[in-house]
């Protein structure tokens, strides 16, 4: 039953956990806790990282259903298990937490001074609410680590947040929070109505149209505020700008994915009739999204939150992708949300390369950095293209799939999305030029040093897969191929019995 | 006759006349020993409480079933709990008296007498017994003024609680003409006997019982006790008498007038939905720490009497179930409140936890996890007891309540959130001064538990599961 012969997705889930616990039990002077800190949170994830490569080796990519898979008793006489699996939808996810992690140690090494420790625990505690978010098979255990996210995070952006982290740490604690509370209950009456939380179980479970909508919109609330759908983003540009590097990567790089895929894991197969209905409304929003906050980008005065809105414009295309539902928008709003992943976590990287150094992050401030650090203009400007989805980059192939899906249902909607691109290309340009090039007007910029060799470490990793994913898609499509299909014919198979009935 | 099955209630009375007689005969100062002899004799109570037989006692006056084995457990650790955490506060504050421990012993057995109690003399008397008890520890520090006040302020609003309780019991008496539980349940049989005097008798009861639990709209005397009395005394009430006095109310309202469930439902919910929103609004502006604990307490009665709204075997289960969480966890919290002291004084605002994560790291991370447990944040145990209600409250349709529950939890979120972030997020006001060991304890078997239940929920599930079996027969 479990391709890798051990509990994989346990220990995967669960390493970060002990590494957090050693890391508590460490001694001494201040120091050198803080440095054993960060090589025991090293390790920890590198760690985590390597064993979960089992994953991306023996995923069978043919099969749609859920492998790897553990269950263990936990409230059993209420129907719940502790069950674990993966499936194309997650699978590479679970990696690209796994990803992430070492490298946002890595990033904070110099740029975390002050409680070193308490900041590696609540990094290794994101990581095992992270893996186990995309691993869990039963909805408990799912809004468990869902909401468990919140913990870590807001400790990270408060403690070590920017001059607004109070206000950005409540805000995204309070908004995320108000969103999920009504998940919960819609869990609680999907529970009530089938007597379990299982997830492949709920599959089977057919709930009546007029129930959907609302379970649906109950879903919405906490989904939509996680992705975030305007107008439910307001959150994100706070949290983004208050938060250290790290912090942002993570945010970018996972938490926003956990929206998109509670989209793809629940409303799409749970609740097929409400997800056709509302699909007008989500393109709206999408197209919204898309074209209004790429224009707010183009107005920003501060780097980080330039990207944060860009964020939201990319998981506009992702929504709007998913709300196709077909094959290929639903790969492509996949594809999307892992180039995403990479690329944005990268750009919040960059943007820190330079905080670290002038401790700024407004663009004026800067100017002909190009010229001053030339291989950090170089990966800088990688990650813009793939930004702005060149071919051949990582941003490419999925808001190709995304657009052409989106023609097949409607030419207006796609017209929006490619609008979103054009705009994308502009802005992310605009701030490119406006930080590499020009001239040098701020003499103390002279002074700066090139990447260091660490920081050439970080953003390896994320040229190579920014590259690989823009040159080879159908290594990482062929991993999802065979569950979104599935997930394609189950849809419209639910939808077409509908039909029979009602004639 | 079966007295073996109150050999618990026994044993615990005998022991706090035995622990009178060690306090007053020595000339010397005897509250450790006392208050030692306490704990002792509240782990003997809880051995023989769990090893009870079934069955009923003195003229079906008592029972003991699952239901009293699970209230009584929970009671008694909570008790100790509250000894523990007292013994070296008072000794600070010169409160080192051994009357203390004596008074939570017999506040102890009324608490036991109240949960097993199977007629309505017997649930007076008990109740008296504990309410007596606390108003003198309420005003424990007589020379302060503000103890002396909540002392007296309990007196009065428990008093006419009391009055309250009394009078519905003489209406339920009158009008079915018994007061043994199991004979109201049976006269109850046919709800249409059910009359409009036994019902403005059973509102009066619920009032009464509403007043012990500091449910809205009886919940005025809370803050102001709760801010008054020593601290270790609030950790006290917080814990053990919230326990005792739900348990009671499930066993009124799920034994005698169980099949009155039409009526009484709709009482439970409107007092739930008003405790949840006035405990979520009205912490929100509180600066000291106790004061905003009160509110917060009151706020979790609402939670647990959206299980009892339920009114089904599955809101028993969930209610039961939030109160051993809430005991456990409110145990742990209250030990950082009596561990608050800053060069030797007692300090109580909400920023005197200014900056504690970087002086007391271990403390600062504790308090952060029950701040997040209240809140309802999973993996924390917390999380588990309001999923409980919540489900019964949908189970039974109940949404409003559901819906107006949770997003008051959100809400409450915002000042349990707020002392994390005083203490992780705020600069240092000065480090507080070590804590005792006793407090330590209490902190850490507490923060264990509210942070490892979520490993192995099913235990504690499955007593309660049987807890409710026994009391709904």
Redo the contacts between chains.
Sequence with gaps: MNAAGFPLLSLLTFLPLAGAVFILTLKGEDKVVADNARWAALWTSLIVFALSLILWFRFDKTDPGFQFVERLDWLTDFGITYHMGVDGISVLFVLLSTLLTPICVLASWDAIQTRVREYMVAFLVLETMMVGMFAALDFIVFYVFFEGVLIPMFLIIGVWGGKRRVYASFKFFLYTLLGSVLMLLAILLLWYRAGTTDIPALFQHAIPPAVQTWIFLAFFASFAVKVPMWPFHTWLPDAHVEAPTAGSVILAGVLLKMGAYGFLRFSLPLLPHASADFAPAIYVLSIVAVVYTSLVALAQEDMKKLIAYSSVAHMGIVTLGIFTFNVQGLSGALFTMLSHGVVSGALFLCVGVLYDRVHSREIARYGGVAKIMPSYALVFMLFTMASVALPGLAGFPGELLVIVAAWKGNPTVAFGAALGMILGAAYMLYLYKRVAFGRITKDDLRGLLDMSPREHLVFAPLILLAIWMGVSPQTFLSFFEASVTALVVRHEAALGAARLAGM | MNWTLALPELVLALSGLAILGIGVLPKRNTHFACAMAAVGAFLLAAALAIGAPEGSAFGGQIVSDAFTRFAKVLILIGAAAGVVLSLDYNAREGLDRFEYPVLLVFATLGMMVMVSANDLMALYVGLELLSLSLYVVAAFNRDDERSAEAGLKYFVLGALASGLLLYGSSLTYGFTGTTNFDRIADALSDPSKASAGLVVGMVFVIVGLAFKVSAVPFHMWTPDVYEGAPTPVTAFFAAAPKVAAIGLFARVLGGPFGDLAGQWQQVIVLISLLSMVLGAFAAIGQSNIKRLMAYSSIGHVGYALVGLAAASEAGMRGLLVYMAIYLLMNLGAFAVLVAMRRQGRAVERVEDLAGL??TD?SMAVWMAIFM?SMAG???LAG?FGK?FV??AA??AGLWTL??VG??S??VS??YY?RI??VM??DETAGALDPRPASVSFVMTASGVFTTLF?LY??PL??AA?AAVAALLG
């Design positions: 994560a970087r790291l997040f944040i999973p993996p999380f999923m919540f489900k949908i189970d559901a819906i949770v997003l939890s959100v979120a915002f959130l994390v972030k992780f997020f979520f929920p099913a599930v499955a599961q």
